[in-house]
């Protein structure tokens, strides 16, 4: 029987964990040497497109050619250019028309009632309508549309929260109803406040503390009374015992296995806890991955177990998961006898105490104890982590942790096999990003700009653009803000892109390298994220600018030898990377003897000759491994 742990296809753990863990490896296949011209190769290059193939993105994708129009309109040859594919004013008629369709594709998925897709082409107006170039170019319905941009994004929540609701599905319409009170729901022209009144006793009858402090808030904000008993629930909190019936077993049967000449039971045993009346669950994906992986060719058959009858197995079935998360929704037939409602803040901190509810080695509703050791740890590619204490064993994966508030904080996801009492769970607030999305089925799409970035003092600084992202932004610019919202680190970035579609618009503020360098507005359409950036970009672009995502160097080629042709110049390292913790530093010469992917360790591998500074330059070979989860990339 294999118990769940850790996710196999995710590194759970930082550098030197890591390190510890893959430094010993042997000869691994090499990677493919891609041609040395292929960076920036797979990106739009929209400076070279001929008129009449603008003239058919403006029809077939009306974002990309407004990303394209935008572009060329700011570039310098745009200044002299004549009728042509160069000259702005001969493709101003195409961006209105552009624009025109981008708002007919609103109506259209408004009148489908397909809000995500209508939020998308509101932001991608309002986008438009922060940019010099398209902004004078907008259709009128267009400009109207994008000049009351939030006001209509907080209304086509309203409305999904509605939806949502009347399909007697509870969780997510009180996320969406809360969304449209961040976008300023409340503050809209002809909003009745009474509409407070009415979620907030929705929320009540839920039982949902979580909601029903928002909409509270909101309600008290407004002169609107609270429903009676709203206050004495809000302040009450639940028995660990009833908590524990909202728990289940997770068992994943993948039929037998060959294990020395003999057949065994395949079993995968975790945790799950209940987030919505209607039957939904949420675990990790690790914990169901044979359920949906395509790659995954053996039986898999999912089911829960409940406490109350230990011996009944309930068929359930995958709703939803995000790899990167490590987050999985799941269905079963089936009342609660009791539902969480998730934190929507982030209010832990070292030291807080904390419960953990789940099934170890498959035994149910176990409860034990900790503490909090560490908030914000980036074991993710997206999103950060919470580091307890708590005894933490295989098959307490998917379980909920809980704060002294009775509040569940977070979804475990158990720690390292190799080390003791290092546990970790998924944060709440990062759930709560992505739940609604899970909802509604399916593997969540993550929209990208294919930047990887370093938090320096100058605000993020981008140190790699991916091949397949569009020309414009490159290493040392400084992006400063992102759809109007100023943003200083790369976790409150990648929150503000966890709401976004790919294919929509989105603004940039940036600034160059340069101290004398002013800023500026970009327009971007947002691409689909690949669940591993770096190995998509491994077969596209040159390993010398892989260094800087991956190990946090940049470095430059030098003239080579026989022995040592990949020999390289360190120009800079950041703060607090893989190379800095090796001790590399500007000006250290090295030659790169080996670059590698281990795909069990989920590691890339360097060998290197170095004769590094900090040691008076003496010459050393070093191995160094980094995740290629990396968790810079927005």
Not at 235 to 264: A, E, F, Y
Not at 509 to 518: K, Y
Request: charged residues 25%.
């Amino acid at each position: 029987m294999r118990i769940s742990r850790r996710p196999p296809s995710s590194i759970r753990g930082r550098n030197l964990l890591l390190a510890a863990a893959i430094l010993s490896l042997g000869a691994c296949g090499g990677l493919p040497k891609p041609p040395k011209d292929a960076a920036g190769k797979l990106g739009p290059s929209y400076g070279s497109m001929k008129l009449e193939e603008l003239s058919a993105l403006s029809t077939e994708e009306p974002e990309a050619f407004l990303e394209a129009f935008a572009a060329i309109s700011r570039s310098p040859r745009a200044a002299g250019a004549t009728a042509g594919p160069g000259d702005p004013a001969a493709l101003e008629p195409l961006a209105g028309a552009a624009s025109a369709k981008i708002y007919a594709a609103y109506r259209e998925a408004l009148g489908a009632k397909d809000y995500p897709r209508a939020r998308a082409s509101i932001e991608s107006l309002t986008a438009l309508a922060a940019d010099a170039f398209t902004a004078k170019t907008l259709a009128p319905e267009a400009a109207e549309a994008a000049s009351r941009g939030r006001s209509i994004v907080a209304e086509l929540h309203a409305a999904e929260a509605e939806d949502y609701f009347a399909r007697k599905l509870s969780t997510p319409a009180f996320l969406a109803y809360r969304q449209a009170l961040r976008e300023g729901r409340a503050e809209g022209p002809g909003f009745d406040p009474r509409e407070l009144g009415i979620w907030a006793s929705r929320a009540l009858a839920a039982k949902d503390r979580s909601a029903l402090k928002a909409f509270g808030e909101a309600a008290k904000a407004a002169g609107i009374p609270l429903p009676e008993g709203a206050e004495g629930f809000s302040s009450s909190r639940d028995s660990v015992s009833l908590m524990s019936k909202g728990v289940v077993t997770v068992r994943v049967d993948r039929g037998m296995k060959i294990q020395q000449g003999v057949g065994v039971p395949d079993r995968v045993l975790g945790s799950a806890f209940f987030v919505d009346p209607a039957g939904y669950l949420l675990t990790n994906y690790h914990v169901i991955e044979s359920e949906v992986d395509p790659g995954y060719e053996g039986y898999s058959r999912l089911s829960i177990r409940i406490a109350e009858d230990p011996e009944a197995r309930i068929a359930a079935k995958v709703v939803g998961w995000d790899r990167i998360l490590d987050l999985a929704l799941i269905k079963v037939d089936l009342k609660p006898a009791y539902v969480f409602s998730l934190a929507d803040d982030e209010k832990l901190a070292p030291g807080d105490k904390i419960l953990a509810i789940g099934s170890p080695v498959g035994l149910e509703s176990t409860v034990t104890s900790g503490i909090v050791s560490a908030v914000g740890r980036k074991l993710f590619q997206a999103g950060q982590a919470v580091q307890v204490d708590a005894a933490l064993n295989p098959g307490n994966s998917g379980g909920p942790l809980i704060d002294e508030e009775g509040r569940a904080v977070g979804i475990v996801f158990a720690g390292l096999n190799q080390y003791q009492n290092l546990n970790f769970a998924i944060s709440s607030a990062w759930a709560l990003r992505v739940l609604p999305e899970l909802f509604r089925g399916g593997e969540l799409k993550r929209a990208w700009l294919g930047l990887s970035l370093a938090e320096s003092h100058g605000g993020l600084e981008v140190v790699y653009r991916h091949p397949r992202a569009a020309e414009g932004i490159e290493g040392g610019d400084r992006l400063l803000a992102l759809g109007g919202e100023p943003i200083k680190e790369i976790p409150e970035a990648q929150a503000l892109m966890a709401g976004r579609s790919p294919g929509s618009l989105v603004s940039l503020r940036l600034a160059g390298p340069g101290a004398g360098e002013g800023e500026r507005i970009l327009l971007r359409r947002l691409g689909e994220r690949p669940f591993s950036p770096i190995e998509d970009a491994f077969g596209l672009d040159r390993r010398d600018r892989l260094l800087a995502p991956l190990f946090g160097m940049e470095a430059a080629r030098q003239p080579g030898s026989f022995l040592e042709p990949d020999s390289y110049s360190v120009v800079r390292v950041w703060p607090g990377t893989i190379a800095d913790e090796a001790g590399l530093s500007a000006n250290d010469p090295f030659a790169l003897r080996r670059f590698f992917l281990d795909e069990e360790s989920r590691a890339a591998v360097i060998q290197i000759r170095v004769k590094k500074r900090k040691a008076g330059f003496l010459e050393s070979i070093l191995q160094i491994p980094a995740p290629l989860e990396v968790s810079a990339f927005l």
